[in-house]
């Protein structure tokens, strides 16, 4: 396991790793906070962690192919136990920190896991309710689930015969040599079309399906965009997306291959304090994160006075004026540049001192993005890169470059992908990071890849002249109404988030003779409006029947209406009592709409509309 040489091709990527790790030994890794201050890990001091947890999983009896599961938050010793776990020849199983019991309960089942990792007392809790219970499955019957071994990633055993902490297990692979020896081996027999995780969909529909995913798959995809210049060495990127959505994962074998530190979140809620602090050069998210910066934004516009609104106005309108020329790819006049010089003082810099101050590239992922936001931040000075592909594509197809983008589509393939447009709009994909197929799954495997190697994605796209992908829609999530007319909801969607009170819409439709939507107030308009109405902050349910905060969404829905066809126009909506969660099902880990959960929960609301 020498270093690599420039230019050399891995086998997989633990050999990856521990190559980057002997380059770059002294260099920080990655950040975290932690003591109450943000530390430094150094690549010498990962590639420690690494070997020792995986010549202790050795020293388990763990043998090669063996699944292993991580059931936990993300971190830095999350990234570390995915490599161990592969470079002692296992495979990993992500399984999202926010699932129930009885979802983990079925991967772990699914997946024939051997051992779990769980980072905390909540999913202990879970994998030991699925032990003792069993596993609810599709049919109605119970499954019962064995583990060989629950891995602890932080507290104590308590003396539990079936559970071991990470330090206990690092003990033993420092002191086994035998094990350190074997891991040496299994590294170096490990091939690009060897299995390297099995990932399973979130699934907005019915069990979740595991995709097989090899290590060339993984390969494939950094060595093809590592070119892109998305990160660079020696940048700061910023991680809290979970590392069991698909899209996490490509991030953190990216900064691994070019030699990035990553700053972990400390949580969801500490986004804001974590990203001034740490002051990263690249952020990857998704859509839901930048509507709800863009939000903030507009709240604090709403909030501000006269004055302050006509100069914020002024400023996002010169932003707009030089985005137009250098969307163009045109060179900017200098009175623009003046006036964006003058808007970048009073208020851009504002604006970016929220992202820390010295982003360079911002990018999106895993759902679509409204094209107005995208336009709005780039005014600010804040270009986000979106991207396109699937779990099933480990994960990306297309991507727009820091140098050749377009708003409103998902970019240009990537290297080494191939995409073809079927008759019907479909989009077809082939590469070598496309995944082999669906783990026990040979039927559902068969309907998505078909005879000759192409990979049926389920959405519906077009290339433009310039050959940028567009998406039009997920060909199941078209609705139809009862008149016959196709309706694209995830366009009209997007087109409701860029207005300033409205935080998530749902737009019904299907079977039925017009289209309707069910919206969330966003949360900081919310408070601005329980002030101006007098209503009490506890009562949102009154709020969103109060008739002025009905009307103010009526203009905005209007609004969206004179951009859409007659047919696809919103007759009807309604406001929802609060946001649609996670916690509550309607949600998926990478924050996708569920939407036959959401019109389960709001069926009555539904009825109203059409009655």
């Known amino acids: 396991m020498d270093p690599a040489v420039e230019g050399e091709r891995f086998h997989n990527l633990p050999q990856m790793f521990l190559a980057r790790a002997a380059r770059w030994a002294d260099k920080p890794r990655y950040r975290v906070h932690r003591g109450g201050a ?87 809790a879970k994998v030991r309710q699925s032990l003792a219970h069993g596993v609810e499955m599709e049919d109605a019957t119970t499954a019962p689930l064995r583990l060989d071994r629950i891995l602890l990633m932080s507290g104590e055993s308590g003396g539990a015969e079936d559970t071991l902490t990470l330090d206990e297990l ?29 990932v399973y969909t979130s699934g907005t529909t019915g069990s979740p399906k595991g995709v097989v995913q090899t290590q060339g798959n993984h390969l494939a995809m950094i060595e093809n965009t590592a070119a892109l210049g998305v990160v660079r060495e020696g940048e700061v990127d910023f991680f809290f997306l979970p590392l069991a959505h698909s899209f996490a994962r490509m991030i953190a074998y990216y900064g691994l291959y070019v030699g990035s530190t990553t700053a972990f979140a400390r949580s969801i809620d500490t986004l804001s304090q974590d990203i001034v602090a740490t002051k990263p050069n690249v952020i990857p998210a998704v859509p839901r994160i930048y509507e709800k910066i863009f939000a903030r934004i507009q709240a604090t516009r709403e909030g501000g006075s006269a004055v302050t609104q006509q100069i914020f106005d002024w400023a996002l309108d010169v932003g707009k ?19 964006n010089f003058i808007a970048r003082k009073l208020v851009f810099e504002r604006v970016q001192n929220l992202l820390g101050g010295n982003i360079r590239i911002l990018v999106s992922g895993a759902s679509p993005i409204a094209r107005e936001i995208l336009e709005f931040f780039h005014a600010f000075e804040l270009l986000i890169l979106e991207g396109y592909g699937l779990t099933e594509t480990t994960p990306a197809l297309t991507m727009n470059r820091p140098d050749d983008y377009k708003f409103g589509t998902v970019g240009k393939p990537i290297p080494g992908c191939q995409i073809s447009i079927a008759p019907d709009g479909e989009i077809f994909a082939k590469g070598p990071n496309v995944a082999q197929g669906y783990y026990k799954r040979p039927e559902a495997t068969a309907e998505a890849w078909d005879a000759e190697g192409w990979f049926h994605t389920g959405d519906i796209g077009e290339f433009d002249s310039e050959g940028f992908l567009r998406i039009t829609d997920r060909k199941k ?33 299907n079977n039925r003779k017009y289209c309707t939507a069910l919206l969330s107030l966003d949360e900081d308009s919310a408070q601005q409006l329980h002030e101006r109405h007098g209503v009490d902050r506890g009562d949102r349910a009154q709020l969103v029947r109060h008739p002025e905060v009905v009307q103010l969404i009526e203009a905005q829905v209007a609004e969206v209406n004179r951009k859409l066809a007659a047919y696809e126009s919103i007759k009807y909506f309604r406001l929802l009592p609060g946001e649609l969660s996670e916690n509550s099902g309607e949600l998926t880990p990478s924050l996708k709409i569920k939407r036959k959960v959401v019109e389960s929960h709001y069926s009555d609301l539904i009825q109203e509309m059409y009655t």
């Not at 692979?173 to 299995?195: S, W």
């Not at 004026?321 to 006036?339: D, F, K, Y």
């Not at 078209?478 to 935080?503: D, F, R």
């Open 38 to 124: 943000w530390v430094e890990t150094d690549w010498r001091t990962m590639e420690q962690a690494v070997r020792e947890i995986a010549a202790g999983l050795v020293s388990l009896g763990v043998e090669r192919g063996d699944r292993i599961a991580i059931f936990a938050a993300t971190s830095p010793e999350w990234v570390e136990i995915d490599l161990a776990i592969q470079a002692a020849g296992g495979v990993t199983i992500p399984i999202y920190h926010s699932n129930l019991a009885n979802e983990a309960g079925f991967i772990l089942l699914d997946s024939e896991s051997r051992m779990v990792w769980v980072d905390g007392d909540k999913p202990l």
């Open 170 to 198: 690092r003990r033993r692979g420092r002191e086994d040599t035998a094990a350190q020896a074997e891991v040496e081996r299994r590294v170096a027999g490990i091939r690009r079309d060897h299995l390297a995780t099995i």
């Open 321 to 339: 004026q030089r985005s137009t020329h250098e969307q163009a790819g045109e060179s900017v006049p200098l009175w623009i540049q003046a006036q």
């Open 477 to 509: 999530d078209l609705i139809k109404t009862s008149g016959g007319k196709y309706v694209a909801p995830q366009k009209i969607e997007n087109l409701l988030k860029t207005q300033a009170h409205i935080s998530q819409a749902v737009v019904i439709g």
